[in-house]
């Protein structure tokens, strides 16, 4: 007789391959509902990239699913500039760490786990949601799922829409992750191909207004704009490449966990939270999620079976505030460098400086953002 599966995961994106590993590591037997992942990641063009930090690495690398190095750019040091002269600069060697981040080729790590899931005897791949005792919804920001469930998903849209792409740069990347506050928008270049590499990803947060028109531009003027508007850092720039473009927004949920039907479930990653791009903390928030909701269920006492609703509220307790905590500061950042006018900019142009002479405080906001 087949055993009953212990957990249905519905969505099979980068935190829902990872939970389904975890979770088959702790012998339970688990659904993984999405579509499969055919690429074999090194030659595809996908543009998005995420920077991970040293808590979301240890868990991949637990797995054997971190990418090799040139699809993992180890981050030396960070620059953020502001739009009145204001400047912070995070460097590993201050923190005593071998980098700051790593920014992660997202093909690359999607075809790493879905080949990990395929040599996982206890994770069966599935084309419909599967009987379980807890069910847990990874299916990203445009859930259907979190709808079935009556969860309510509070959405605050930014007046921004992200662009991203691929450039190949004149001057070398160094390892260093640039990002730049300029009139409400936000442009980053993360450092890609290695420690030696000439190309980054970059994701530019602009207005809703003008985004159509720089998504229509040819392929040389939308590199001059990003040129000028990174102070030609990295000197002349060639696209490589598509683009895609996407609205920005804080989502929140109402309820992390529930019931249906007598079976429980759980929310993680995109489908419970959303935060602004301009720390590079959504996928470390999904990673983390999936950590904790597995210690959760391989800690519990045991009479409690994996969808025992006080167990369930442990995990929504200790999610939901660290979450909560992060899209806060994403949220109050964002509204700081969208004012308008010289007072604003002064301000915040001297919080940066000050801040990055604040010795103490500086390091362990790093040391927070890095996961240690």
Known sequence: MTRPFDVCIRGAGIVGRT???????????????????TSTGAADRDVRAYALNARSKALLESLRVWPEPE???AVRQMEVHGDAGGTVTFNADDQGVDALTWIVDVPVLEARLAQAVRFQPLVERLTEPCDAALTVVCEGKASSAREELGVRNEVTPYPQVAIAGRLRCQIPHAQVARQWFTGGEILAFL?????????????????????????????????KDLEAASGSALGSLEMSGGRGAWPLQLARVDRWIGTKDGKAWALAGDAAHTVHPLAGQGLNLGLEDAAVLTETIRTREYWRNVGDPKLLRRYERARRADVQRTALTMHGLQQLFAQPGTGWQSLRNAGMNGFDRSGVIKKWVARQAMGI
């Open 71 to 73: 699809f993992a750019t």
């Open 191 to 223: 450092p890609i191909e290695g420690q030696q590499g000439n190309s980054v990803a970059f994701v530019w947060s602009v207005l809703k207004e003008r985004a159509a028109d720089l998504m229509a531009q040819s392929d040389g003027a939308l590199c």
């Open 19 to 37: 939970l389904a590993l975890l979770l088959g590591q702790e012998r339970l037997r688990v659904g993984l509902v999405g579509a499969e992942v």
